[in-house]
Each structure stands twice: as structure tokens, then as C-alpha cells.
């Protein structure tokens, strides 16, 4: 119902900012939660952040907290993730994902997916 395509990755100097883009099509006129998840060579997908439909509300990873900011303009239907000070342990695939379920935390069910782009941070 939702199609999703994620923009921004590439290869990174550390120590530089990244800011991922994810641009949602079709129905985009109900109210939706945005999640963002990476996963890295020979690990399992991580979630990273999210954020409610007004973005007033978010979730970090304990671990990534701090380092990520997660922000989004509904006006372009897009959901941005930005990241400066860029380290080597964040290279992976970031992927973006909507849910129209209560729980948009870790915890909860995305249920559509984009392709994924490709960070690398080149130490």
C-alpha cells in the first residue's frame, strides 16, 4: 500500500555526515509511523530509530542515542535520519519501513519495507 525509497547513502569519510532520505508513495494520506533499521555485513538487522505520524514522538536504540537524529517532513512525505562524526561501525544498510500499528517502537511491526541503501564509512 505504501512504497518506500530510501536516498543518501554512499561511501563516507570518517568523522563525516550522513543524512539519509526516505521518500513514501501511493497511500500516503493515512497516518503512519516511520522506522529506520541497518544491518551490517554478517549481523542481523538492528533497529536504529522512529517516529510517530506528527513526529512529536521518537525512539532511539540505546545504543545509537545520541548519535542519530530522526526527523520528518510530511509535507514531502519524507522521514530523514542524520548522523554526523560518521565511524567506521556504522557502515551497513539502512532500510526505512512504516507501520499504521500502535507500536512504532522497537518492539512493534513494520509492515513495508523500502530496498535499502548502502552507508560506508571508510576509516
Known amino acids: 500500500q505504501v512504497h518506500l525509497v530510501e536516498s543518501g547513502g554512499g561511501l563516507v569519510q570518517a568523522g563525516g555526515s550522513l543524512r539519509l532520505s526516505c521518500a513514501a508513495s501511493g497511500r500516503t494520506f493515512g497516518s503512519y509511523a516511520i522506522g529506520w533499521f541497518r544491518q551490517a555485513p554478517g549481523k542481523e538487522r538492528e533497529f536504529v530509530a522512529s517516529?510517530?505520524?506528527?513526529?512529536?514522538?521518537?525512539y532511539y536504540l540505546d545504543s545509537v542515542n545520541g548519535r542519530f537524529t530522526i526527523s520528518r517532513d510530511n509535507a514531502k512525505n519524507t522521514v530523514y535520519l542524520q548522523r554526523d562524526s560518521l565511524k567506521p561501525e556504522d557502515t551497513a544498510v539502512y532500510y526505512c519501513?512504516?507501520?499504521?500499528?500502535?507500536?512504532?517502537?522497537?518492539?512493534?511491526?513494520?509492515?513495508?519495507w523500502g530496498q535499502g541503501t548502502q552507508v560506508t564509512v571508510s576509516s
Open positions: 519501513a512504516a507501520t499504521r500499528r500502535n507500536d512504532y517502537s522497537s518492539r512493534g511491526t513494520f509492515d513495508y
Open positions: 517516529i510517530s505520524w506528527g513526529g512529536r514522538n521518537t
